[in-house]
């Protein structure tokens, strides 16, 4: 055991300070630059560290579009943040469900080459979306499944690592339960549904936590399958936001889109935090 000392505690307590200073401080540079204009942006060099007066300003022009007083045109993030929370639920969802019953059919249905279909499973680790994502987009393209939530969403559902998870902790479920349920006269069903989901809940919460996160920070897929600006996740908008070259950037829009875009993946995180890590390190099954 690791004796706690002044010393130790201040160096710790040091780390931890600069970890969270290195970790926040391009943060609140990306919201002081979202309450000022973008002339004062273009304008001071460094930037300026005090909150503008702009701040209403540019987070209504974020959120709900229009035309600035430049004449620039600029795309509401309100709708492309529905996308993108969409997207985030389904993948996050879609996972979580199809992993939950290909473990159970694993750990505890019986049929030839069990094993080896589990490891074919786990060995698409391996084979990432981006490793794939040639035919995976000849496919979506041949479905017609170009321009959809389900073109966005159904390649990125599948999980190895989800699948792997709750394999490994249903084979910590005693078989005394299992032996109990059959005594009872529940089915597979019912005894996935009464027993196992709850056992799961934690783990469930942590994998939410993660897959959430994954989904929203989705840049390249929707880059290839998405043309229309009416499917465009909230990253997508923010690249498009600066691809139009250094001089005609209205930086506060983009620094305003880009915190708005940081908004809810944060706001899970802290109102699941509490299960998120229970999930991971909770050891009582």
Request: charged letters at 10%; proline letters at 6%; glycine letters at 6%.
């Amino acid at each position: 055991m690791v004796q706690r000392t002044p010393i130790l505690n201040f160096f710790s307590h040091l780390i931890l300070v600069i970890g969270v200073i290195v970790v926040f401080f391009p943060i609140y540079v990306t919201f002081i630059g979202s309450t000022q204009t973008a002339q004062q942006i273009s304008s001071s060099n460094p930037i300026s560290l005090l909150p503008g007066s702009n701040i209403v300003e540019s987070y209504r022009f974020a959120l709900f579009g229009g035309k600035t007083e430049a004449g620039a045109s600029v795309a509401p993030a309100l709708p492309m943040m529905g996308i993108s929370l969409a997207m985030a639920l389904i993948i996050a969802i879609g996972k979580i469900a199809i992993s939950l019953l290909s473990a159970f059919a694993i750990v505890y249905f019986r049929f030839p080459a069990k094993n080896l279909v589990f490891w074919l499973v786990f060995a698409t680790l391996m084979l990432p979306v981006e490793v794939r994502i040639g035919p995976t987009y000849q496919v979506i393209s041949d479905l017609r499944m170009l321009n959809t939530m389900s073109g966005l969403t159904i390649p990125l559902i599948a999980s190895a690592t989800a699948t792997f998870l709750f394999r490994q902790f249903f084979m910590t479920v005693p078989d005394e339960l299992v032996e109990a349920a059959r005594m009872d006269g529940a089915g597979p069903m019912r005894f996935f549904k009464d027993v196992l989901l709850p056992l799961s809940k934690t783990s469930m919460a942590a994998l939410f936590v993660i897959q959430f996160i994954y989904g929203w920070n989705q840049y390249l897929w929707p880059l290839l399958v998405t043309t229309n600006e009416n499917m465009y996740p909230v990253v997508i908008g923010i690249k498009r936001m600066i691809s139009g070259g250094e001089a005609a950037q209205q930086w506060n829009l983009v620094m305003a889109t880009a915190m708005l875009a940081m908004l809810p993946p944060a706001l899970i995180v802290i109102f699941m935090q509490r299960w998120f890590i229970k999930g991971l390190v909770d050891t009582e099954k």
